[in-house]
């Protein structure tokens, strides 16, 4: 159980998350951001060629590494949140929201890149309103009402449902 333990602890049992809203700190740069993700290790070299690694994962961001980070657009914020909860190597990452008032290109962006994180071995657990695109890069959906689980399969078999087809991915 993780009930109530404090946010670093979380972060050591390798747990991240990427709040819905970013929750990046704005009068810092992008770069600062980047390495308060990585605050509870101690590895400099890692923490190095991880940093690099997310550059090339976020060109935008290595664009922009000395820039403040609130004055950003939303979707170079949502990548360097991301990034930031990525520092930490996490076993877990929780997504909350990551399409939340983006335009389409940028959500098409940041579902690529946590197809990549997936791909790499992080477990996702992901909450989004965007029904299709959330099941694309999923293994195992749920689909909620009013804070009550009512269907649960895998993703495909969400994404063949003529319910679910009608509800929620338009038909």
């Not at 520092?87 to 990551?98: K, Y």
Request: proline share 4%; hydrophobic share 40%; glycine share 10%.
């Amino acid at each position: 159980s993780i009930r109530g333990k404090p946010s670093h602890e979380l972060l050591r049992l390798g747990i991240a998350l990427v709040p819905e809203g970013r929750g990046i700190f704005g009068r810092l740069t992008v770069e600062e951001n980047l390495k308060i993700g990585a605050y509870v290790r101690h590895d400099r070299a890692g923490i190095a060629s991880d940093m690099e690694r997310l550059y090339d994962l976020f060109p935008r961001l290595a664009e922009r590494r000395t820039q403040q980070a609130g004055t950003l657009s939303g979707g170079e914020q949502q990548m360097l949140a991301i990034g930031r909860a990525l520092m930490s190597r996490p076993r877990l990452l929780l997504l909350d929201e990551p399409s939340m008032g983006l335009a389409p290109m940028l959500v098409q962006k940041i579902f690529e890149t946590i197809r990549r994180i997936v791909e790499e071995g992080v477990t996702l657990l992901l909450v989004e309103q965007n029904a299709r695109l959330a099941l694309e890069v999923s293994r195992r959906g749920y689909v909620m009402e009013s804070g009550q689980i009512i269907l649960a399969d895998s993703a495909q078999a969400l994404l063949r449902d003529p319910k679910v087809q009608q509800a929620y991915l338009g038909g």
